[in-house]
């Protein structure tokens, strides 16, 4: 099953910088070489197994942005599954007020051509505000392009590819696209339950994006899913320069046990214990036994995507 993306933007914004990172391996400061994208850059992404995002990365030049709306706007706006948007924060005065035009202008193209497709703006490069002004800032543009949305509905996220908000962001645009996603949560709601576990995360194996999670005890981070996808990212990455594969990970302390895991062909799984009664052992062996339901559940959603 594939579904376009599309990717847009003014040339700058950091639209592909954040697609190397999420989906090419990259790490932030590695970007710093990539070179503007010419017209269209075309990849496809396989992402749980039978799930294929076909990603059109939009290059953000006037011309090419004048190409779309035109020549290319039947061809660019079909059959789109979502929009992200990509808004440079610094952008003042008139620089903004274009990019806003070229926003209303893909809305108008999208609502006429794919008038199902979710749309997302990514107000980006927040890092390079002072901290004390990001929350005010983020919130005034937001608003702004929330109005001038409508009827479309749209969805905001503030992102910097120097910290968790990136993998924020993107979990939750994947998690809109993921076609069982609520089979996958009462399973691993079940799961938890079982193993008398705190929280359990599925991150996909690739990207480690959270696709879908349980939560049991309350915790005062609501940032930690995007943390942990950070972290343990550059940590594959770390062990892939040494010719090493991760596949596991055991964090002990005297709060909590975290553990990492392999789990089906497409995804790792996130256990969090905090009772220090439950042996590791114990808890490995339970992510042992559910791997055969949660790989059935995944061959079962694949027959169906084949069958429509």
Not at 1 to 21: A, D, Q
Request: proline share 2%.
């Amino acid at each position: 099953m594939k579904k376009k993306v599309l990717l847009m933007g003014k040339s700058g914004s950091g639209k592909t910088s954040m697609r190397s990172i999420i989906f090419a391996n990259y790490i932030a400061k590695d970007t710093r070489r990539l070179g503007a994208t010419i017209d269209v850059e075309h990849s496809h992404v396989r992402f749980l197994g039978n799930l294929v995002l076909n990603l059109w990365d939009c290059g953000g030049q006037e011309a090419f942005m004048e190409n779309y709306f035109v020549s290319q706007r039947e061809n660019i706006f079909r059959n789109v599954e979502v929009l992200i948007y990509v808004f440079d924060v610094e952008s003042r005065d008139e620089e903004l007020k274009r990019d806003l035009r070229y926003y209303q202008t893909c809305l108008s193209a999208i609502y006429e051509n794919s008038p199902s497709a979710k749309v997302f703006c990514l107000i980006h490069k927040m890092d390079l505000l002072q901290e004390d002004q990001r929350d005010k800032i983020f919130s005034e543009r937001e608003n702004e392009i929330i109005n001038m949305s409508k009827p479309v509905k749209c969805i905001c996220f503030k992102t910097s590819i120097w910290d968790e908000t990136l993998y924020r962001a993107w979990s939750s645009i994947v998690y809109k696209l993921i076609p069982n996603v609520k089979e996958l949560e009462q399973s691993l709601k079940l799961f938890a339950e079982l193993m008398d576990g705190d929280e359990v995360l599925l991150f996909e194996r690739a990207t480690f994006l959270v696709i879908s999670h349980c939560q049991r005890n309350l915790h005062r981070d609501i940032h930690r899913f995007e943390k942990v996808s950070n972290i343990i990212k550059q940590f594959k990455l770390s062990c892939s320069k040494v010719a090493a594969q991760f596949q596991s990970m055991e964090v002990r302390n005297s709060n909590f046990a975290a553990f990492i895991d392999l789990f089906t062909t497409n995804t790792y799984i996130m256990v969090i214990i905090s009772d220090p009664r439950i042996p590791s052992a114990a808890t490995l062996l339970n992510i042992k036994n559910a791997r055969k339901r949660f790989e059935r559940l995944e061959r079962t959603t694949q027959s169906h995507q084949n069958n429509r």
